[in-house]
């Protein structure tokens, strides 16, 4: 009954949209943007935060008029930061963070924006690498580990800023192509060409990028970070496709196929496997 519910209320969105296009092709283009970067779920309240983020330093940092919220785990001088994806928050990790604790390793985690404690409503990839490079200049990490579009905004900062200090990166069921995720929005609300077409050309305009090239298959040709690409055959949110994208141009990372996980890839053999990758010298 919910799957219902929901479809009908995807459609019926859709619909509103398309029809709004031919009046107000602006406004229905504004509107279909604000739908595709508003996270509806993931933030959390100060004073009610969950167990796992409730034993680290908290720190909130300032970028322009925006604020963002990070979490530490002290340890060694070797930093690891930890990058969430879509409607989720730096609880996420909770499952992988007492593996992370017996590295003896620092560990930073970070609320995107629009999510956690951290500030706005509007979640895009630019503009969460623009927080992670500015965690990073802080902390200065060797690793991240980056989930979802937590994956693609963590190697599109790496493309983006190239920095010189992180020598290894992991992606749990990321995605590649940026076009797909908004080609598979579109089919979702089932948007007419109209639509789709202003909403491509917004977003090209908003970040000056070009939506047909803005893939992490292209951002990690020339990358010599090591790293793992980890992805479910079953995952129903990131297509497996996605992650063999990026396997084929990064010649420096492992790939590693479950099955099983779903797009959540909580596992404990594959954090085992995370683990030596990250404490091993080569």
């Known amino acids: 009954m919910q799957k219902i519910r929901k479809f009908i209320i995807t459609k019926s969105v859709g619909l509103y949209i398309n029809t709004l296009s ?23 309240i100060k004073d009610a935060l969950p167990n796992v983020l409730k034993d680290a330093e908290t720190q909130t940092i300032h970028l322009g008029d925006d604020h963002f919220q990070i979490y530490i785990w002290p340890g060694s ?9 879509w409607e989720s928050n730096a609880s996420r990790w909770e499952q992988l963070l007492p593996h992370l604790k017996a590295t003896g390793n620092t560990i930073v985690a970070i609320d995107a924006p629009a999510h956690g404690l951290s500030s706005g409503s509007e979640f895009n990839v630019p503009q969460y690498a623009k927080f992670i490079d500015k965690v990073i200049k802080l902390y200065q990490p060797k690793h991240i580990i980056g989930h979802s579009i937590g994956g693609i905004s963590s190697v599109y900062f790496q493309h983006h800023y190239n920095n010189h200090g992180l020598e290894k990166m ?21 948007l007419n060409n109209k639509v789709r077409d202003y909403l491509f050309d917004n977003i090209k305009e908003k ?11 292209l951002f990690l040709v020339n990358t010599q970070i090591k790293g793992i690409i980890a992805h ?19 010649k420096h990372a492992e790939f590693i196929q479950t099955s099983g996980l779903g797009h959540s890839m909580h596992d404990e053999v594959l954090y085992q496997k995370i683990i030596a990758f990250l404490t091993s010298e080569n």
């Not at 943007?33 to 508003?38: D, E, K, N, Q, W």
């Not at 970040?207 to 298959?217: L, P, R």
């Open 22 to 44: 031919w009046f107000y092709p602006k406004k229905a283009t504004l509107l279909a943007y604000r739908l595709f970067s508003t996270p509806r779920e993931g933030r959390l």
């Open 77 to 85: 001088d070797t930093v690891t930061l930890l990058v969430h994806g």
């Open 170 to 190: 992991v992606l749990l069921g990321a995605p590649s192509d940026f076009k797909i995720l908004l080609t598979n929005y579109v089919r979702l609300l089932w």
């Open 207 to 217: 970040f000056e990028i070009d939506i047909d090239v803005f893939s992490g298959q």
């Open 232 to 250: 479910d055959l079953a995952d129903e949110v990131v297509a497996f496709s996605e992650a063999q994208k990026l396997a084929e141009t990064w």
